[in-house]
């Protein structure tokens, strides 16, 4: 069934270098997007890349959201990591405080929070990781993830304004789950047009062994997802950014 008619906001990761090395088109992807998840200095950025990074989207007008990881800076947060519950909640609690802080510079407030990589992927498989990252997000925060997962779950449990997400440059398995690559491969961008439209039009997308999957993604707003570290993202940017364009504006938006 189509999904409901509603506003389409695109989000994308961002501020993921550290030190002198630069990770993804960050000042080219700005005026195309929405919504920035910016690292907390886990899996990528550092305080300096933090501060330079909620500067560049204040002057873009683009709303900020914390993007913790796993404390897993040469894996890129896409190692996973055996750590207890408590850890995990402090995890957040630590990475998201530190970005509220630069936020509190600039006379920002802090939009969402979204687990970066692997992280991510934990929260859809276990329950009991997914509330004790949860746990660690203010009260009342908007939080991205994967409807109808344990994300979704332990957000409501905790009260949090949960805002469904897709994606533009990740694959999906037959049971609706993302494929996380440790390194992101190139995509075709007339794959990235199908892959696209059939999600924000269908709420389906085509799994990598060929199956259709229904996605749950009932909540409104939604948010389509890309990566500045995918090969050639800002050609993949800017085709989402065109159909989502049709879209929104075919729905009155």
């Known amino acids: ?14 501020g993921e270098g550290y030190g002198n090395f630069v990770c993804g088109p960050d000042q080219e992807l700005l005026p195309l997007i929405d919504h920035a998840n ?5 899996h990528a950025g550092d305080p300096l890349v933090m501060a330079e990074t909620v500067s560049l989207c204040k002057s873009h007008g683009v709303k900020i959201g914390a993007h913790p990881g796993l404390p ?8 996973e990591m055996a750590l207890s519950l408590d850890e995990h909640t402090a995890n957040i609690v630590y990475q998201v405080g530190a970005l509220q802080a630069f936020l509190q510079r600039e006379n920002l407030e802090l939009h969402h929070v979204k687990p970066h ?22 009260r009342g925060m908007r939080v991205f993830g994967l409807a109808g997962t344990h ?15 897709y994606y533009a440059d990740v694959k999906y398995r037959a049971d609706g789950t993302l494929i996380v690559d440790r390194k992101k ?21 085509t799994a990598v062994t060929g199956e259709t999957v229904e996605l749950p993604v009932k909540e409104y707003p939604v948010s389509i997802c890309c990566h500045s570290d995918t090969p050639g993202c800002v050609d993949v940017v800017t085709v989402t950014r065109e159909i989502v364009a049709e879209i929104n504006a075919r729905n009155g938006y």
């Open 38 to 42: 910016v690292a907390c200095g886990f």
């Open 185 to 205: 491969q190139p995509w075709d961008l007339d794959d990235v047009r199908a892959h696209v439209r059939q999600q924000l039009e269908n709420s389906t997308v």
């Open 117 to 138: 990589g692997v992280l991510y992927g934990m929260m859809v498989r276990n329950l009991d990781i997914a509330r004790a990252v949860w746990a660690g997000v203010p």
């Open 72 to 79: 897993d800076i040469q894996g890129f947060g896409r190692r």
């Open 1 to 14: 069934m189509p999904p409901a008619r509603r506003r389409i906001f695109i989000n994308v990761d961002m």
């Open 151 to 165: 994300m979704e779950t332990a957000a409501r449990e905790f009260g949090l304004d949960f805002w469904a997400e």
